[in-house]
């Protein structure tokens, strides 16, 4: 009442004093005013009324795919978002049955590029569903990142400003962040993280992304202690050879001389040159141009029986490229039932392990595959060790050995670099250190407070690394039964993990969709990659340290440059789950293992010289270039690694 008294005052004084046209002025806001309280109660009355949801996401749909052709790939990029928002405000307030007619209306529209987020929120039926599935509260808890050109981002507005589309705009408010960018759009394949779910800090990964990574190899590693061996022994050699070729030409004639002279510098060049006829140095270029690094962790020493291994190894490591690809040796599970649930291979091959569902773990010596039983007794003094039991029966013993202790299925197994160590995660909570030389367990960590998904050895043994269903990796060492750091950040489960070759980081890979690499001194998150659009199951370290790889549920593999954060090579790599990942000895050709039942090898070295060419050109990628796929008979690929020899190891259970 009060203020209507003032307002009719006012008026009254403008009339008066003659000031007509502030007057009308007035009576025109005043009328304004009165309309938008009206609409304003009007839109206000169906609060609780579900179709604002539908009307409101369909008009905005309508008018994305009514844009212009130019910016309608831009502005497409919101309706994800808004779609997956609706239909949650819908479940929340309980209008269930709204909320699966919304879905199912409009679930075509995002299946080709989100069908895994939508299958697991297919069945979200009541806010309590909401409350406990992990996706859920990580969508409702963090923003989506999407970007934009200017133009689009003024478009979007206008429309939202004309509309009056409340609940879109509230939405859009809440929910999106908009990286807006000068110029032109971007084209459809430029960008693969133009639409990504980043936690509410808008620039979180760009200022992870600017700190330093140092990505080259150790110094006076064993490999390159090796390598020099075999270097100056190679040329002793050469030198030793030329010295007897001389004094064999000297005592030919002339012509023989000519002709002896000839065939020893061509015997010369066959061992210089590799099968393509290229010269076995330049292949290994991509490792040794790489930059030298000091260890953070303190390094176990190498035995001198190591070193000798190794050495023999490099002298008979074959060369690969795009023309010379691996020897694949493929290792298959029959008769599992559905009961394997991971498999590793030994570094030699020698040894092949697998984890079941029944908590067992199985070792089976190749050497011994195919040899006619032995009695029990011939297992020796260790068969009953404590924490373990070999496999025996009245017919004999079978033909691999069978460690018992985990209390629940067992999700990852990995062997130390040299064979000597297991270790085992699984659903437990704990992870197991076993003796492949004693037949027994030695340890269980225990540190993590739900199932461990994956374990990895580093590349020198001794540390090790773990990934859980608490969000979190762990750093741990053999001789401590407690974690030395712990790495939080994710926004959901850490599926994989992946030593960088020199010790100094860790990456892990996410049901969040995204990769993270650690410092592993101080357990801080140095890069954040972000691209995927499903959660990300293996990882691999290129040899020189540089790249990563990274595959993921719908069968996509990235590569990304370390240095910058920046993703060189997405591509579509398999129809199904990507379980491994593996790069060659020298860097040349990448393989990958999946669920669809193939192995395919992949040429690095061509699309990286390629990107050093390009390193001016901010934003270039370039593809992959598939070499060969390998598909199995019916057998999905579970692991792959290459030997220090370059063969190729795969495992895997038939599946029929």
């Known amino acids: 009442m009060e203020d209507e008294e003032m307002e009719r005052k006012v008026q ?9 046209l502030t007057e009308l002025a007035l009576q025109e806001e005043r009328n304004r005013l009165s309309t938008t309280s009206l609409s304003d109660v009007s839109l206000s009355r169906p609060d609780n009324d579900p ?5 409101g996401y369909n008009k905005l749909r309508t008018w994305a795919y009514n844009s212009l052709d130019q910016y309608k790939h831009e502005l497409l990029r919101v309706l994800y978002p808004a779609f997956i928002h609706c239909f949650m405000d819908l479940v929340s307030e309980g209008h269930t049955l709204e909320a699966r007619q919304f879905f199912l209306k409009f679930r075509e529209d995002h299946e080709l590029m989100h069908s895994r987020d939508l299958q697991k929120l297919e069945g979200t039926l009541s806010p309590l ?12 808890q963090n923003k989506f990142r999407i970007k934009l050109c200017e133009y689009s981002y003024e478009l979007l507005l206008q429309y939202l400003q004309k509309t009056q589309a409340l609940v879109m705009l509230g939405i859009i408010n809440e929910r999106i962040i908009f990286e807006v960018s000068a110029g032109q759009p971007s084209l459809i394949s430029d960008d693969a993280d133009v639409v990504a779910l980043v936690g509410t800090s808008k620039d979180l990964a760009k200022q992870i992304n600017q700190k330093e990574v140092h990505w080259g190899l150790l110094e006076d590693s064993v490999e390159e202690r090796m390598e020099k061996a075999l270097s100056d022994s190679d040329r002793a050699e050469a030198e030793s050879k030329d010295a007897d070729a001389e004094d064999n030409n000297k005592k030919k004639s002339s012509e023989g001389g000519k002709q002896g002279g000839s065939l020893n510098k061509k015997l010369k060049k066959d061992k210089l040159v590799g099968p393509t006829g290229k010269n076995t140095k330049s292949e290994t270029s991509m490792v040794s141009a790489a930059p030298r690094v000091k260890p953070e962790l303190t390094l176990p020493a190498t035995p001198v029986e190591v070193e000798q291994s190794i050495l023999e190894d490099l002298r008979n490591r074959a060369q690969l490229n795009n023309l010379a690809l691996p020897s694949v040796s493929f290792y298959t599970f029959l008769n599992t039932h559905n009961g394997l649930n991971c498999s590793s291979i030994s570094n030699d091959g020698s040894l092949v392990v697998g984890g079941f569902s029944d908590s067992s773990v199985k070792v089976w010596d190749m050497a011994k595959i195919g040899q006619p039983a032995k009695t029990p007794s011939s297992q020796g003094e260790n068969g009953s060790s404590q924490g373990e039991h070999l496999s025996s029966t009245s017919e004999g013993k079978k033909p691999y050995t069978l460690f018992q202790g985990h209390s629940g299925p067992v999700y990852s197994a990995a062997f130390s670099p040299f064979g000597d160590f297991l270790l085992s995660s699984s659903s437990d909570s704990t992870i197991r250190l076993w003796s492949t030389k004693l037949n027994a367990n030695l340890v269980c960590y225990k540190g993590h407070n739900y199932p461990v998904w994956d374990v990895q050895f580093s590349p020198v043994g001794h540390y090790f690394a773990s990934a859980s269903h608490d969000r979190t990796a762990r750093i741990w060492s053999m001789d401590k039964i407690q974690p030395l750091r712990i790495m939080a950040g994710h926004l959901a489960d850490v599926d994989c993990v992946q030593w960088h070759v020199n010790c100094n980081y860790i990456a892990t890979g996410s049901s969040d969709k995204t990769v993270r690499l650690w410092d592993v001194q101080t357990g801080e998150c140095i890069r954040m990659f972000i691209g995927h659009r499903s959660m990300v199951l293996s990882l691999a370290m290129s040899p020189d340290g540089r790249y990563m790889a990274s595959g993921d549920e719908d069968g996509t593999i990235m590569m990304w440059d370390l240095s910058t954060g920046r993703c060189v090579s997405p591509l579509a790599g398999h129809n199904s789950c990507v379980w491994s990942l593996a790069f060659s000895c020298e860097g040349a050709l990448l393989a990958s293992g999946s669920a669809d039942c193939t192995v395919k090898l ?8 390629a990107l050093k060419m390009d390193d001016t050109k901010a934003g270039s990628t370039n593809r992959l270039r598939l070499l060969k796929a390998l598909p199995t008979k019916s057998t999905p690929v579970y692991n792959l690694r290459f030997s220090r020899r370059n063969l190729l190891f795969a495992s895997g259970a038939l599946s029929l």
């Open 602 to 609: 992949w040429d690095v070295a061509s699309s990286t010289k």
């Open 51 to 55: 179709a604002r949801y539908y009307d």
């Open 129 to 140: 569903h909401l409350e406990e599935m992990d996706l859920a509260r990580s969508l409702r």
């Open 12 to 20: 009254q004084y403008l009339h008066r004093k003659g000031f007509r």
